[in-house]
């Protein structure tokens, strides 16, 4: 009886903790994948392959397919913005995948 309740209660635990590991690390990899792209003279490109990069080593390759990057503006300063999106697999046999969406940004540097 015990562990009719326990079992479950172990997944969905194991569950939350992988979600929230893989939001962490998407959310760092999008912040590098920002900053690689802020530095003067840097390709915008260079954030899509360098947050794809982190991810990839990190986690694994289906997490590196939905990485957007764009130049934004934040309260008038010009920011690169990158959105990762990914879907992370349920644990046990039934149930949906936990979407998860992470965004980085960093402060683009211009020429004085």
Known sequence: ???????????????????MHVQNTMTA??????????????????ARSRAREVLRT????RYAEDVSVREAQ????????VRVSAEVPPLGLWGPGVA????GRAVRQEAP
Not at 1 to 19: E, S
Not at 58 to 61: E, G, K, S, V
């Open 1 to 19: 009886m015990v562990l009719m309740v326990l079992i479950p209660l172990v997944f969905a635990i194991a569950q939350v903790a992988l979600v």
């Open 29 to 46: 990899a999008a912040s590098d994948g920002a900053r690689a792209a802020a530095s003067l003279d840097a390709p915008i490109g260079e």
């Open 58 to 61: 990190t986690l694994a390759d």
């Open 74 to 81: 934040v309260d008038g300063i010009p920011v690169i913005e």
């Open 100 to 103: 998860v969406d992470a965004v």
